[in-house]
């Protein structure tokens, strides 16, 4: 089981990025996969999840209205659109799953992705 984050960048503040988190090894349509993040000094964030039965997705409040995650199926991958970036959005994403269907931003999840730095200029 191999989760694979990619998209990260520098991008100015407002701007917007596309995270990729590829899965190998198993199929992402029958698992949730949750989006976190971790900024220097604090503690790492559930941002996003997309459940696989339903596609139902939760949010974390800093992000709502802002990100968007959505899945592709064929290429074994969920996404992360974030818009409207703030400085304070800076972090290390990871992407992670359990196998199972367990979409929650508050989660001991088993396999999580290496991360991809996103850094968000004012």
């Known amino acids: 089981v191999q989760l694979q984050a990619s998209g990260g960048g520098l991008v100015q503040y407002g701007g917007s990025l596309r995270l990729s988190c590829v899965a190998s090894?198993?199929?992402?349509?029958?698992?949730?996969i949750t989006w976190f993040r971790q900024a220097p000094g604090k503690e790492r964030e559930g941002v996003s999840c997309?459940?696989?039965?339903?596609?139902?997705?939760k949010y974390a409040d800093s992000v709502k209205g802002r990100f968007t995650i959505s899945r592709d199926n064929a290429k074994n991958t969920v996404y992360l659109q974030m818009n409207s970036l703030k400085p304070e959005d800076t972090a290390v994403y990871y992407c992670?799953?359990?196998?199972?269907?367990?979409?929650?931003?508050?989660?001991?999840?088993?396999?999580w992705g290496q991360g991809t730095q996103v850094t968000v200029s004012s």
């Open positions: 090894g198993f199929f992402a349509e029958y698992s949730a």
């Open positions: 992670a799953t359990d196998l199972e269907d367990v979409c929650a931003l508050e989660y001991k999840y088993g396999f």
């Open positions: 997309i459940s696989s039965r339903y596609g139902s997705t």
